[in-house]
């Protein structure tokens, strides 16, 4: 588990093809690996990922076909920046919120403009999130966690301030960006919960408007 508060931009060095996925080298940067050991998870972007060798100022790791189908992973070449954080522990302060570190979706961003010293990002989601992202929840985008200040179908609109964009890799962002989603956990969680004994059948289609009122969850 992850808290969305990013510890550190790291850079990509070398991504290497092995066995039909790839092996994607990390340099850590300012990243403290000092407690770090082989089988440890460490979040790139938002995607948890396992160090499997440790070089001594980055680490190895695998980035399965399924991750490369299911992230903006397939868009990192050498040189790329990225964001970086390592497990949640015991005795850390939880100031994101709770994140998997398994990536819902990709999304794009469609718009930067200033709006002070912040800068206000809109971004549009997959279709089939658009449900989880709620004006003033919480969404993790590539890793970092964030709320969201506005909804408008499956877009959302952010507003970053100075401190996140030096921390993270949002300065990069410009419209046509592809980027990292996972929505909140307990979103997720919810949705599976009220489905009841629908969710033992195979293939549950997940909550719609006619099962939610005729559960009496919404006024008919």
């Known amino acids: 588990m992850f808290t969305g508060i990013i510890e550190a931009i790291g850079t990509i060095r070398a991504l290497t093809p092995k066995g039909g996925d790839i092996r994607v080298l990390v340099e850590t940067g300012k990243l403290d690996l000092a407690d770090v050991r082989l089988g440890d998870s460490i979040a790139v972007n938002g995607v948890c990922l396992t160090a499997v060798e440790l070089p001594g100022n980055g680490f190895w790791a695998d980035v399965s076909r399924e991750t490369l189908a299911r992230t903006a992973f397939i868009d990192l070449k050498a040189g790329s920046r990225v964001n970086l954080e390592k497990a949640l522990t015991p005795s850390s302060r ?23 010293r912040a800068v206000q990002f809109r971004i549009r989601a997959p279709r089939e999130l658009a449900k989880y992202i709620a004006l003033k929840g919480s969404i993790t985008v590539d890793g970092t966690s964030l ?9 959302f609109e952010l507003t970053i301030v100075p401190h996140t964009l030096g921390e993270t890799i949002m300065a990069d962002y410009r419209p046509g960006r592809q980027v990292n989603l996972e929505v909140d956990l ?15 059948e195979p293939k549950a289609s997940g909550l719609t408007e006619s099962f939610l009122a005729e559960h009496g969850y919404l006024n008919k």
Request: charged content about 25%.
């Open 147 to 155: 709320t969201v200040n506005a909804v408008d179908g499956a877009e």
């Open 94 to 116: 939880l100031g994101g919120h709770l994140v998997s570190g398994h990536v819902d979706g990709v999304g794009e961003v469609l718009a930067r403009e200033d709006n002070a």
């Open 186 to 200: 307990l979103a997720r969680y919810l949705e599976r919960l009220l489905l009841g004994d629908k969710a033992a």
